[in-house]
């Protein structure tokens, strides 16, 4: 199972950034696809996440600017973000759980400049 995220890159501070996520599975054999992130010298941390059923999830941080979605006959998940911040600032990895399993895609480089 591959997840491919691309979207990352300079975005000025109050600027908009959207990512996506590419799964080589189809989408409904994931209960739970999200977006974490890493910024220099901190820990891994949920960003957002999204279930099967639709219910979508963030972290107090980023709730009110960002949005995750999906489109099931793309297999795809996206992660909206408006309104950034240099503190927003961090590699996003997109992630993905099933009953057996969880999977990483590779991180995309999200910089926001002040």
């Known amino acids: 199972v591959q997840l491919q995220a691309s979207g990352g890159g300079l975005v000025q501070a109050g600027g908009s950034r959207r990512l996506s996520c590419a799964t080589s599975m189809p989408f409904y054999r994931f209960n739970r696809m999200g977006w974490y992130r890493q910024a220099p010298g901190k820990q891994r941390e949920l960003v957002a996440y999204?279930?099967?059923?639709?219910?979508?999830n963030y972290t107090d941080s980023v709730k009110g600017r960002f949005t995750i979605s999906r489109d099931n006959a793309k297999n795809m998940v996206y992660l909206q973000m408006n309104s950034l911040k240099p503190e927003d600032t961090a590699v996003y990895y997109c992630?993905?759980?099933?009953?057996?399993?969880?999977?990483w895609g590779q991180g995309t480089l999200v910089t926001v400049s002040s």
């Open positions: 992630h993905g759980t099933t009953w057996e399993n969880s999977y």
């Open positions: 999204i279930t099967s059923g639709g219910s979508t």
